[in-house]
């Protein structure tokens, strides 16, 4: 069983439909992260957040917004996408940011494609 | 700037066969880690094993054994006998100094055949 958990695990949306990712983890950790993974693009890292504070965001576009109410759950909120944001979105958490030897671990992931 | 490569993009190989993935990385750091993670159809990034630049000693668990040498920035990762449950597509990464931010290899697609 994964320490962390992502729901769904699939999801199918048009363009114009509003939906959200969400992600648990049940490590004790302060930190959690968005990736994102497509078929031509190595891992990407969308957000970060230490202690429920955003400290990381690269360079995502706005119809991708996240949101982390506490140091357990974050979600990812979905609006207006395209087709080539079509990919496997993965969340993952660590004990915190700043010491680079702390582990990342990851959830399953939610393969979202857009239609 | 970190890069990590894998220059291998795809493997093949028997069951029982032994093989190497190859991981060579970039980084101006003298301090950083090294990570290796399995990702099986399901998606899930399996966490296999992280090794600091200070430590250069070879690690070995069941099957599995890494190899890291600082002289060349490799870390390769071999499995031995392998077994088909080990198809599946590995990622190198290296985590560079005061930052939490993993830099991945593209990944070597493994797969064996029964």
């Known amino acids: 069983e994964t320490g962390v958990t992502q729901t769904p695990r699939h999801l199918v949306m048009g363009m114009t439909n509003k939906k959200s990712l969400k992600c648990e983890q049940h490590l004790g950790h302060n930190a959690m992260y968005w990736y994102k993974q497509s078929a031509k693009k190595p891992l990407e890292l969308m957000f970060v957040?230490?202690?429920?504070?955003?400290?990381e965001n690269n360079s995502v576009p706005s119809r991708f917004s996240p949101e982390c109410p506490n140091s357990s759950h974050l979600f990812l909120h979905l609006h207006t996408l395209q087709p080539e944001d079509s990919a496997l979105y993965l969340c993952?958490?660590?004990?915190?940011?700043?010491?680079?030897?702390?582990?990342?671990?990851f959830g399953e992931g939610s393969w979202l494609t857009v239609v | 700037a970190q890069k990590v490569t894998q220059a291998q993009t795809e493997i093949s190989v028997v069951e029982k066969e032994d093989v190497t993935l190859d991981c060579v990385y970039e980084?101006?750091?003298?301090?950083?880690?090294l990570f290796w993670y399995k990702q099986p159809p399901s998606g899930e990034l399996v966490f296999l094993i992280r090794r600091n630049s200070f430590d250069e000693q070879n690690e070995i668990s069941g099957r599995y054994s890494w190899n890291f040498q600082k002289s060349t920035s490799s870390f390769n990762f071999t499995i031995t006998a392998s077994q088909v449950v080990d198809s599946a597509v590995y990622f190198c990464?290296?985590?560079?100094?005061?930052?939490?931010?993993?830099?991945f290899g593209q990944g070597t697609r493994l797969t064996i055949n029964p």
């Open positions: 980084t101006r750091d003298t301090t950083y880690y």
């Open positions: 957040y230490n202690f429920k504070e955003q400290t």
């Open positions: 990464a290296l985590s560079p100094q005061g930052a939490q931010k993993l830099v």
């Open positions: 993952a958490s660590s004990r915190e940011t700043g010491d680079s030897g702390n582990t990342i671990y």
